[in-house]
């Protein structure tokens, strides 16, 4: 079963509004780690925000904020204001609790963003 | 800061040649990893390190092997490169637990 799952390979949404990107998660684990990275056609893989599984207050940083539902295991990534500049993609990370001293970053497929003016 | 760097960028192989890529890290991270980006598969984890003498695989190990002698340096060696290793390689770096990857700009790897 896959780890982290992102249902939209591709979604459109014109410049100034928000979107909303859709990532659920699968773990067993009580401490966990979600973060969202942006992706743009230079190929860096940039972090935009991270959430902690105890952390309360949904993550937040500028216009990127996560939408945190601990109970559906779902940590979607809202957008808001959309500018040209963020048509990337987006990638979502779950990052498990430490196991034997070891620990792993899984990436869901990504979901490809595109800004129209 | 330099942060992660990588080299080559792009490198062309012919199928059974070897090779290295180098990962270079200069933020005194403990924690470094090599992942692989193919199209529609996000990235997948090869190896990862916690520590300098550490190593341990992910999810798709075979074919490449790692070392980790020093913390700022984690090269991934190719013994006998496949078509199947074409790819874009991506090493990243964390401190602690719950920070943030760190990546390099990425490896362009074909094998012909």
């Known amino acids: 079963a896959q780890k982290i799952t992102q249902t939209q390979p591709g979604m459109f949404v014109q410049e100034k509004e928000a979107v909303t990107l859709d990532c659920t998660y699968d773990?067993?684990?009580?401490?966990?780690?979600l973060f969202w990275y942006k992706q743009p056609s230079s190929g860096e893989m940039i972090f935009l925000i991270y959430q902690g599984s105890y952390d309360e207050q949904n993550a937040t940083e500028g216009r990127y904020s996560l939408n945190f539902q601990k109970a559906r295991k779902s940590a979607n990534l809202v957008i808001s204001a959309s500018q040209l500049g963020d048509s990337a993609m987006y990638f979502c990370a779950m990052r498990e609790g430490r196991k034997g001293g070891s620990e792993k970053l899984v990436f869901g497929k990504g979901t490809k963003l595109t800004v129209n003016p | 800061n330099a942060g992660v760097t990588q080299t080559p960028k792009f490198q062309v192989l012919k199928t059974g040649q070897s090779m290295t890529l180098q990962c270079a890290q200069d933020m005194n991270h403990e924690y470094m990893s090599w992942y692989r980006q193919d199209p529609g598969m996000g990235l997948r984890l090869i190896h990862y390190?916690?520590?300098?003498?550490?190593?341990d695989q992910g999810e798709v190990p075979n074919g490449y092997n790692v070392s980790r002698s020093t913390t700022e340096d984690f090269p991934l060696r190719l013994l006998s490169a496949a078509p199947s290793q074409t790819s874009v390689y991506f090493c990243?770096?964390?401190?602690?637990?719950?920070?943030?990857?760190?990546f390099g700009e990425g490896s362009r790897l074909t094998v012909l």
């Open positions: 990243a770096s964390r401190q602690g637990l719950t920070g943030e990857l760190f």
């Open positions: 773990t067993s684990d009580q401490s966990y780690g």
């Open positions: 390190s916690v520590g300098a003498g550490i190593t």
